[in-house]
């Protein structure tokens, strides 16, 4: 339907065949908005093809204003979906283009809305009205398939018409306009097997009762085509792959009727039978079974079910001298049989098998398939308690000889006697030890030692009354002073280690030497525990600190065990309400809740953690040790480096370079510590020495003992301690020059020995020595 409103004109570049009735329905649209309101912004709809592949700009339409008479006051303005980019107008004209390609799946319609301004004033005629341009489509999509390829099975014997699958194809065209989005199915590939509805795409099997054993594999390729799938339609294909399934339509066959195996062992497999079944999985499952045999109940069979093989075993052992062949009629069958192909084949297959008996020598064979022997714990050795018995089934008889597998019994316990089979005991058994033995004997024959067998014996070992019951734990225990007379203060059970058949029965007593002058009783309740009682009114602890209470416990089998243990009972000082308030070391452990045993774990604890910290100390120490910086007869915090190597003088430059002292600059830049470990360990610089003028000031001493002095006061690497290093260099061109009397004889009249005097009181002796006009004559005389 067209719409025009009452200043604006829509002119459309499309033409309608409807435009009289358009013309007409807009009148009478005109005419009620104009009785509602004097503006009556009406719109109408704008078509454009999409993928325009013109060289100019698509025309959509034409806006015009009865109120514009040509001369440039009006201006036409355009906004909405894609206004200024997708679409402009002309704003004096007020024509309307499309200024790009555009593509209906990506947007099917733009609203716009479109208003007359003054363009002087720049206000509005009239209000602003939304308008609608459709993009109409065109068959510019393929179809495409949900999926590819398709994978899908149906059983095989399908009747003709059986539906396999659905395939599904969708089209990105508009739907609504012409065929561009009618999709129509076909088959390329597949025919005469399968067939496809063009309308749903459907598959259908187009042959009845297709084989899976004859093919079982099809590939199916369809294509769908859009325009209904006339000529121009665009198409696209997909693959299906379709397997037949199996259905059990195939009946087991033997291979061959009659089997004849070679030899049979007794109480083994007999045979293995193999029938083939050309169906696969679960219908392929079969059964066999015996339909006849001439030894009744000597043969069964049964289904491998990984393999499917019908296995023949010995229900009864065989006799070569009472039968040596046999013959059986198998017969097998479907597991799952289909009701529906039982009338086109038979669905069991038979086959004979004959079995020949072979004479092999056979082991012994006990009579039992094991012993179960009882014994006192207390028997002596080389009782018999029991006997087993072989024999050898071969028609030989040969004799059978018993041993002990001593893999069974490595403590050689138990003996055999080789010919009669009596077992008998090697050593006494203790019930409280081991309450049973198993052992193996072993049965050989005399003629052929490598045919054996062997049987468990079981021995129970039956208990006596050979151990006296005891308390069942450490028992300690305290007594107020102020205790009163029948009060309990322990309760003390018993423990046995024997098992007598009807239970415990333990009696309590005060032993007999204790109940003279007795401190404290024993009560037995009855129920094998009993209460120790106090005796008195009071008990002093200044008096006696602790009391051993000695409590006899009986049991009540035969012969009657007992033995004496002692209950140990500290006095401790207690309030009105028996609580402990004092007491000596043994009863506040006690209290504690501490037995000697917790109490040797503690200590032996803490003996542990002494002797870690103290190896731990050991360790740091010896990781502090350091080589001495220096060699010292006493024990001393400030230390003094004492460089006490003579050497050869100062002309003896082979011991050490005397350039060192003369020189500051040319000593080692690295130097190392004595006492710590370096951490990296650099070869040492050499420099070359440069020596000073022969007869030059003592200033260069001076400067190199001070420079030292410096880098001993900044060194971080220096010893933590104070030290003193010296340094007893004279210097070049000493007015003393050199001390030594190794060239005296040579200069002695030309020696002056005066200046002596002036260099202080360390030189006092030599002056008296070698000055003046006594020590002058003294040389002479």
Not at 24 to 42: C, F, L, V, Y
Not at 361 to 373: A, I, L, Q, T
Request: net charge negative; glycine share 6%; charged share 25%.
């Amino acid at each position: 339907m067209c719409y025009f409103s009452v200043p604006f004109i829509f002119l459309s570049s499309v033409c309608f065949p409807c435009q009289k009735k358009r013309e007409r329905e807009t009148h009478r649209q005109t005419d009620r908005q104009t009785e509602r309101s004097k503006r009556g912004w009406m719109w109408n709809q704008f078509f454009l093809l999409e993928e325009y592949t013109g060289m100019d700009h698509q025309y959509v339409g034409k806006l015009h204003s009865d109120g514009d008479r040509g001369d440039g006051s009006i201006r036409y303005v355009l906004t909405g979906d894609g206004a200024g980019s997708l679409f402009v107008i002309d704003e004096n004209s007020g024509d309307i283009h499309a200024t790009k390609r555009l593509d209906r799946e990506e947007k099917a319609y733009y609203t716009l809305r479109a208003k007359a301004v003054n363009r002087i004033t720049n206000t509005s005629l009239e209000g602003e009205s939304e308008f609608i341009i459709k993009i109409h489509d065109i068959n510019d999509n393929e179809p495409k398939f949900t999926k590819d390829p398709y994978f899908t099975e149906v059983p095989e014997m399908s009747p003709l018409g059986t539906v396999v699958t659905q395939v599904t194809a969708t089209d990105a065209d508009d739907p609504t306009y012409g065929n561009s989005a009618r999709v129509v199915y076909s088959i390329l590939q597949g025919q005469p097997y399968f067939s496809v509805e063009p309308n749903t795409g459907v598959i259908k099997t187009a042959l009845p009762n297709m084989d899976r054993e004859t093919k079982e594999n099809y590939v199916v390729v369809i294509q769908a085509k859009d325009m209904a799938g006339q000529m121009g339609g665009l198409s696209g294909t997909t693959t299906v792959s379709i397997t037949l399934s199996d259905v059990n339509d195939n009946p087991p066959r033997f291979p061959k009727s009659e089997y004849t195996p070679e030899s049979t062992e007794p109480g083994s497999t007999v045979a293995v039978l193999r029938a083939t079944d050309a169906d696969i999985g679960r219908n392929a499952e079969m059964n066999y079974r015996i339909t006849s045999s001439d030894g009744p109940s000597m043969f069964d069979i049964s289904t491998n079910r990984s393999t499917q093989d019908g296995v023949i075993t010995l229900r009864k052992s065989l006799d070569f001298e009472r039968k040596r062949s046999y013959t059986l009629r198998i017969q097998v069958e479907n597991s799952n049989p289909d009701p529906r192909f039982l009338r086109y084949a038979a669905t069991t297959d038979g086959a004979t098998v004959k079995l020949i008996v072979e004479d092999v020598d056979e082991p012994p064979v006990f009579d039992r398939v094991g012993y179960v022997m009882e014994v006192k714990e207390d028997v002596a050795v080389g009782t018999i308690i029991g006997s087993v018995s072989a024999t050898d089934p071969d028609s030989s008889r040969s004799p059978v000889r018993y041993s002990i597998d001593r893999r069974t019994d490595m403590d050689r316990v138990l003996n055999v006697h080789p010919g009669n089979g009596s077992v008998f005991m090697l050593r006494t058994l203790d019930r409280e030890d081991i309450a049973w033995h198993n052992v193996s004997v072993i049965a050989t024959e005399f003629n052929n030692p490598r045919l054996m067998s062997r049987v468990p014996v079981y021995v129970r070992v039956l208990d006596v009354n050979d151990n006296a019951p005891t308390f069942a734990t450490y028992y300690e225990t305290f007594v107020c002073e102020n205790a009163k007379a029948n009060q309990r203060i322990q309760t003390v059970s018993a423990a046995d280690a024997d098992e007598p058949i009807g239970g415990h029965r333990f009696f309590f007593s005060l032993a007999h030497e204790a109940s003279v002058k007795a401190n404290f009783t024993v009560r037995d309740n009855k129920d094998n525990t009993a209460g120790i009682l106090t005796r008195r009114n009071s008990y002093s602890r200044l008096q006696r600190s602790n009391y051993l209470v000695p409590v006899v416990i009986s049991d009540s089998d035969f012969p009657m065990q007992s033995s004496t243990n002692t209950l140990t009972v500290h006095v401790c000082t207690c309030d009105r309400e028996g609580n402990m308030q004092l007491c000596n070391q043994e009863a506040l452990v006690l209290t504690a809740g501490l037995s000697t045993g917790a109490l040797m774990a503690i200590i032996f604890c803490v003996l542990i953690l002494l002797m870690i910290v103290v190896l731990f100390a050991a360790l740091r120490r010896q990781q502090r040790k350091k080589e001495p910086l220096i060699i010292s007869k006493e024990d001393v915090r400030d230390n003094v480096v004492s460089y006490n190597d003579e050497g050869g003088g100062e002309e003896d430059t082979q011991a050490f370079d005397i350039g060192t002292l003369r020189n500051p600059e040319a000593t080692e830049e690295s130097k190392q510590r004595r006492d710590i470990k370096p951490e990296t360990l650099q070869p040492p610089i050499r420099r070359t020495v440069i020596l000073p003028p022969a007869h030059r000031d003592n200033a260069d001493v001076r400067n190199f003992i001070n420079q030292r002095l410096q880098e001993n006061d900044q060194d971080p690497t220096a010893p933590p301690y104070d030290s003193l290093a010296t340094y007893a260099y004279e210097g070049s061109g000493s007015v003393a020059e050199s001390l030594s009397s190794l060239g005296s004889m040579t200069i002695e009249g030309d020696q002056d020995y005066n200046y002596l005097s002036e260099w202080g009181p360390r030189f006092k002796k030599l002056a008296d020595l070698y000055g003046g006009e006594d020590s002058d004559s003294c040389r002479d005389s």
